[in-house]
């Protein structure tokens, strides 16, 4: 269930899996390593930055030659 009061710049776990096209699984996995961070929320329900998910995603895209 996703929260209704998650504020403006922020993603829940369940977008933040959508943006990186991962499992939630795989977003524990990269705030066990320290790759992302949550920036607020509850320990149940944490939320991530927008930008810090948007540039993991950029990170982790895989660079495609012109």
Do not use: F, N
């Amino acid at each position: 269930m996703e929260s209704q009061l998650i504020r403006p710049g922020y993603l829940t776990a369940h977008q933040t899996a959508s943006v990186l096209g991962i499992t939630l699984d795989g977003v524990r996995q990269l705030v066990r390593r320290r790759q992302l961070a949550p920036a607020g929320g509850t320990p149940r329900q944490r939320w991530y930055s927008a930008s810090a998910v948007a540039a993991l995603a950029a990170k982790r895209r895989p660079h495609v030659a012109a």
